[in-house]
Nanobody
Framework: VQLQASGGGLGQPGGSLRLSCVASGSILSIGAMGWYRQAPGNQRELVATITGLNTTKYADSAKGRFTISRDNAKNTVHLEMSSLKFEDTAVYYC??????????????WGKGTLVTVSS
């Protein structure tokens, strides 16, 4: 199983970016999916998560600005980020709890995509 994130890059304060993460491999089922981020010098922190039933949870810093969604047919999770702030600058990591034919449900992680908010 692999998770491939995309959509990072340079965003302006007040602007928007959209991150996507696709899971591939011999997947039987996908449970919760989501995003963490890690800013320089900081610990990795949860940004948003979405369950298989589309229940969502956001960090306080993301509420009202970020929207997480998923496309189960495409094994994809998205993070729409708006009203970007300088402090959103970080490497964003996607994750998913996935069951395969050979391995029971466990968490898998993407390699991260860098988001830089700068004017």
């Amino acid at each position: 199983v692999q998770l491939q994130a995309s959509g990072g890059g340079l965003g302006q304060p007040g602007g928007s970016l959209r991150l996507s993460c696709v899971a591939s491999g011999s997947i039987l089922s996908i449970g919760a999916m989501g995003w963490y981020r890690q800013a320089p010098g900081n610990q990795r922190e949860l940004v948003a998560t979405i369950t298989g039933l589309n229940t969502t949870k956001y960090a306080d810093s993301a509420k009202g600005r970020f929207t997480i969604s998923r496309d189960n047919a495409k094994n994809t999770v998205h993070l729409e980020m708006s009203s970007l702030k300088f402090e959103d600058t970080a490497v964003y990591y996607c994750y998913a709890f996935i069951a395969t034919i050979r391995v029971p449900t466990k968490d898998y992680w993407g390699k991260g995509t860098l988001v830089t908010v700068s004017s």
